[in-house]
């Protein structure tokens, strides 16, 4: 009767393959927010990071996938940015959309056109949308009209 192994665990390679994947994803975001979208490759984004495209894969698998996972930190960078901004006060909500805007604007711009060729891409779009309307309503919605004095959207 064969033994149960016992896990493997080594902290020191758990580090540094998450600081492997963190660095793989901020080659990502500087890549896909600072080139058109036609740009997007595993082998700029693993030139950037220092790493191999296999090392990309191993993290992240496919281009698509790489995308999600871009769209999750995004989504909590901007999340943590949000919440920063007092609900109750309108001057400091607005300071923190204009810095987004600021920061994201052109790019957020040319992922939309981008969108329109990749599904993954796409979702993030989407998902940016309902997390922004989401954050509008949250700290405007008091202020914001409703019923027939509401815009179309």
Same mark, same amino acid.
């Given at each position: 009767?064969?033994?149960?192994?016992?896990?493997?665990?080594?902290?020191?390679?758990?580090?540094? !393959?998450?600081?492997?994947?963190? @660095?793989? /994803?901020?080659? =990502?975001? #500087?890549?896909? &927010? *600072?080139a058109?979208?036609?740009?997007?490759?595993?082998?700029?984004?693993?030139?950037?990071?220092?790493?191999?495209?296999?090392?990309?894969r191993?993290?992240?698998? !496919?281009?698509?996938?790489?995308? @999600?996972? /871009?769209?999750? =930190?995004? #989504?909590?960078? &901007? *999340?943590?940015?949000?919440?920063?901004?007092?609900?109750?006060?309108?001057?400091?909500?607005?300071?923190?959309?204009?810095?987004?805007?600021?920061?994201?604007?052109? !790019?957020?711009?040319?992922?939309?056109v981008?969108a329109?060729?990749?599904?993954?891409?796409?979702?993030?779009?989407?998902?940016?949308?309902?997390?922004?309307?989401?954050?509008?309503?949250?700290?405007?919605?008091?202020?914001?009209?409703?019923?027939?004095?509401?815009?179309?959207?």
């Amino acid at each position: 009767m064969a033994r149960a192994r016992r896990p493997y665990r080594s902290p020191v390679r758990e580090r540094t !393959a998450a600081a492997t994947r963190q @660095r793989i /994803l901020s080659a =990502a975001m #500087s890549a896909l &927010l *600072g080139a058109p979208f036609a740009e997007f490759t595993l082998s700029r984004v693993a030139r950037d990071a220092g790493v191999t495209t296999q090392t990309v894969r191993d993290h992240f698998g !496919a281009k698509d996938d790489l995308l @999600r996972a /871009l769209a999750d =930190a995004l #989504s909590e960078d &901007l *999340g943590t940015s949000r919440r920063a901004a007092p609900a109750a006060s309108t001057a400091a909500a607005v300071g923190k959309l204009l810095d987004e805007y600021e920061d994201y604007g052109l !790019a957020a711009a040319g992922l939309l056109v981008a969108a329109e060729h990749s599904e993954a891409l796409a979702a993030m779009v989407a998902r940016g949308r309902e997390e922004h309307r989401a954050w509008l309503e949250e700290v405007f919605g008091d202020r914001l009209p409703s019923g027939a004095d509401a815009p179309c959207t």
